[in-house]
């Protein structure tokens, strides 16, 4: 694989990795809401899910992959009611909040956030059909097959996870300025995040 063609797939994936989707949809609205911590542990559970699911692409798993795409719609439509609850969970809590005059709530628990970014990551089938026809043109077919996409795989995972780092640290950078005012106008930006999430997923279609 020469440098060229290593370079441009790390572009391609940093591309990727700033495309909204369901899981800038999650750890955005969890460290809106919570702070890095949660945007961390939310952003751990998405890059495993996403990690078992580059891996079960470049294994060669076709049963995972015929299985996936047999139950695209199911698996995508689960994902998308979750973030769908998620947001309306953190809406209603808002508005009870703001009508008991409660204080805001504890830190979350952090398996917990680990899971939903687990879930959430699991449940976009479109990923790994994605990647079926992703990774392989970034192979040379004169050089060894598995040695490539195994490295594409890992490189794949780590720009997607560090530019997911990134922009957390910065949006909890931002959070950390605000007064308690406008971290309520965060809650409630988080809920809508969440909705718009799963309106995303929702009208996913395949690739």
Same mark, same amino acid.
């Given at each position: 694989?020469?440098?060229?063609?290593?370079? #441009?797939?790390?572009?391609?994936?940093?591309?990727?990795?700033?495309?909204?989707?369901?899981?800038?949809?999650?750890?955005?609205?969890?460290?809106?809401?919570?702070?890095?911590?949660?945007?961390? &542990?939310?952003?751990?559970?998405?890059?495993?899910?996403?990690?078992?699911?580059?891996? #079960?692409?470049?294994?060669?798993?076709?049963?995972?992959?015929?299985?996936?795409?047999?139950?695209?719609?199911?698996?995508?439509?689960?994902?998308?009611?979750?973030?769908?609850? +998620?947001?309306?969970?953190?809406?209603?809590?808002?508005?009870?909040?703001?009508?008991?005059?409660? +204080?805001?709530?504890?830190?979350?628990?952090?398996?917990?956030?680990?899971?939903?970014?687990?879930?959430?990551? &699991?449940?976009?089938?479109?990923?790994?059909?994605?990647?079926? #026809?992703?990774?392989?043109?970034?192979?040379?077919?004169?050089?060894? #097959?598995?040695?490539?996409?195994?490295? +594409?795989?890992?490189?794949?995972?780590?720009?997607?996870?560090?530019?997911?780092?990134?922009?957390? +640290?910065?949006?909890?950078?931002?959070?950390?300025?605000?007064?308690?005012?406008?971290?309520?106008?965060?809650?409630?930006?988080?809920?809508?995040?969440?909705?718009?999430?799963?309106?995303?997923?929702?009208?996913?279609?395949?690739?």
């Amino acid at each position: 694989m020469s440098p060229e063609v290593l370079a #441009a797939f790390i572009a391609a994936c940093i591309l990727l990795g700033l495309t909204p989707g369901p899981n800038m949809s999650l750890i955005l609205a969890n460290t809106l809401t919570s702070g890095l911590r949660a945007g961390l &542990l939310t952003l751990a559970g998405t890059t495993s899910g996403l990690a078992l699911l580059v891996g #079960a692409a470049t294994a060669g798993m076709s049963s995972v992959l015929v299985f996936m795409s047999e139950w695209f719609d199911v698996i995508r439509s689960i994902g998308a009611l979750y973030l769908v609850y +998620l947001g309306a969970r953190q809406l209603w809590s808002l508005r009870q909040r703001r009508a008991q005059g409660a +204080l805001p709530p504890g830190r979350p628990n952090g398996a917990n956030l680990y899971f939903e970014g687990l879930l959430v990551s &699991l449940s976009n089938p479109k990923v790994l059909l994605f990647l079926g #026809a992703f990774l392989p043109q970034f192979i040379d077919p004169t050089r060894d #097959a598995v040695m490539q996409l195994s490295l +594409l795989a890992v490189l794949f995972v780590a720009v997607l996870a560090a530019v997911d780092v990134g922009y957390t +640290l910065m949006v909890a950078r931002a959070r950390a300025s605000f007064n308690a005012a406008r971290q309520r106008l965060l809650d409630g930006l988080a809920g809508i995040v969440l909705l718009l999430g799963g309106l995303a997923l929702a009208m996913a279609r395949r690739p």
